[in-house]
């Protein structure tokens, strides 16, 4: 799964990569997490534009959605069919930048090992993305997106079964494109990453928090082992 991810990379090179005409100062984050604003990339009119979505997919017809309700990741083998995300997958999807994601690894007796993951050639990629437009009760407007998942690679796999969907810059386009694609030929496009192109290392326990939200997240620390 995607539940915490950091993007640092400075705006020249996130609007070098996207091919960007304008974009929008942002600061550095290393501990981005659910329900907090996440930079996303979509296409208006053959332009690529940013835009600034609540992580957590609110589907359009969801009359009062309950605390918790929001989704945070959705099945790439599954997305295209299922209610929640079926509309958005169709007209609605994004490239959410980042630099890498978290992930927690079982080191038995009910502890947890904070997991950082990034690509060994290319500080910068993109995850493929939904969003959607929800509208409350009293007219206001709500613009939430999710994190397609896939299978992980053996790399990760001992960590978590799943993982994003991390698309190569060729493949920006089709993902993007605001014609009407068949969803097979967008499910070709939503594979696994190779993982011998990943690095993954051990960082402290504060990332854990929220609230921390600093470069010392990014840090390797030594793996705690179990005595049993």
Same mark, same amino acid.
Request: hydrophobic share 35%; charged share 20%.
């Given at each position: 799964?995607?539940? !915490?991810?950091?993007?640092?990379?400075?705006? &020249?090179?996130?609007?070098?990569?996207?091919?960007?005409?304008?974009?929008?100062?942002?600061?550095?984050?290393?501990?981005?997490?659910?329900?907090?604003?996440v930079?996303?990339?979509?296409?208006?009119?053959?332009?690529?534009?940013?835009?600034?979505?609540? %992580?957590? =997919?609110?589907?359009? %017809?969801?009359?009062?959605?309950?605390?918790?309700?929001?989704?945070?990741?959705?099945?790439? &083998? *599954?997305?295209s069919?299922?209610?929640?995300?079926?509309?958005?997958? !169709?007209?609605?999807?994004?490239?959410?930048?980042?630099?890498?994601?978290? &992930?927690?690894?079982?080191?038995?007796?009910?502890?947890?090992?904070?997991?950082?993951? !990034? /690509?060994? &050639?290319?500080?910068?990629?993109?995850?493929?993305?939904? %969003?959607?437009?929800?509208?409350?009760?009293?007219?206001?407007?709500?613009?939430?997106?999710?994190? $397609?998942? *896939?299978?992980?690679?053996? $790399? /990760?796999?001992?960590?978590?079964?799943?993982?994003?969907?991390?698309?190569?810059?060729?493949?920006?386009?089709?993902?993007?494109?605001?014609?009407?694609?068949?969803?097979?030929?967008?499910?070709?496009?939503?594979q696994?990453?190779?993982?011998?192109?990943?690095q993954?290392?051990?960082?402290?326990?504060?990332?854990n928090?929220?609230?921390?939200?600093?470069?010392?997240?990014?840090?390797?620390?030594?793996?705690?082992?179990? =005595?049993?």
């Amino acid at each position: 799964m995607c539940a !915490r991810f950091f993007l640092f990379s400075p705006d &020249e090179e996130i609007m070098r990569l996207f091919q960007l005409v304008t974009f929008p100062r942002i600061s550095p984050r290393y501990n981005i997490a659910p329900s907090q604003p996440v930079m996303a990339i979509i296409q208006d009119q053959q332009e690529y534009q940013v835009r600034h979505f609540q %992580w957590g =997919l609110i589907p359009g %017809w969801f009359k009062d959605p309950a605390p918790g309700q929001a989704m945070i990741n959705a099945r790439s &083998e *599954t997305a295209s069919s299922k209610p929640a995300f079926k509309n958005a997958f !169709r007209s609605r999807r994004c490239l959410i930048p980042a630099n890498g994601f978290y &992930e927690w690894k079982s080191t038995g007796n009910r502890s947890r090992q904070a997991m950082c993951v !990034r /690509l060994r &050639e290319e500080p910068l990629f993109a995850m493929a993305g939904l %969003w959607e437009q929800w509208q409350s009760p009293d007219g206001t407007e709500l613009d939430t997106c999710a994190v $397609l998942t *896939t299978a992980a690679n053996p $790399l /990760l796999e001992p960590i978590h079964p799943r993982m994003p969907v991390i698309l190569q810059p060729d493949q920006y386009a089709r993902w993007l494109s605001s014609e009407t694609t068949p969803a097979p030929q967008l499910q070709k496009i939503l594979q696994t990453y190779p993982a011998e192109e990943m690095q993954v290392y051990p960082v402290s326990s504060q990332v854990n928090k929220v609230s921390h939200d600093s470069s010392d997240c990014l840090t390797p620390i030594q793996e705690q082992k179990t =005595l049993f």
